[in-house]
């Protein structure tokens, strides 16, 4: 329900983003154990929280705070974090990415509900 409001390809646009960039970094994986990526989506408070998490064998390069594409083509690809970023805005939230013990975090978090900004 703490999505019921967001335009369905907002939705889509958001988790596709973030499960092909966690299904593309675990491809460089060949311990299958460690090929396993969380999704949860639920309500705190007022808030919608989404958290996608995967192992990685390498921290994300960052130029000026933005993760950098590991793709050669940097001209056509590089935009699924920002897509991310962009549509977690678009309705009044955020969306942070980090690393801790070589776990890929994505954690989004905006209002629920009617709270969301008049434009989503």
Partial sequence: SCLEDMKHYHIYSLLGNALDNAIECL??????????????????????????????PAPPTLRDG???????????????????????????????????DSIFYLVVTFPCGKSQKETA
């Fill in 66 to 100: 933005a993760i950098v594409t590991t793709k050669q083509d940097t001209e056509e690809h590089g935009y699924g974090i920002k897509s991310i970023k962009s549509i977690a805005e678009l309705y009044g939230g955020t969306a942070d990415c980090f690393v801790e």
């Fill in 27 to 56: 491809t460089q994986v060949n311990d299958a154990s460690k090929r396993v990526i969380t999704l949860d989506i639920s309500r705190c408070r007022d808030m919608a929280v989404i958290r996608v998490q995967n192992y990685t």
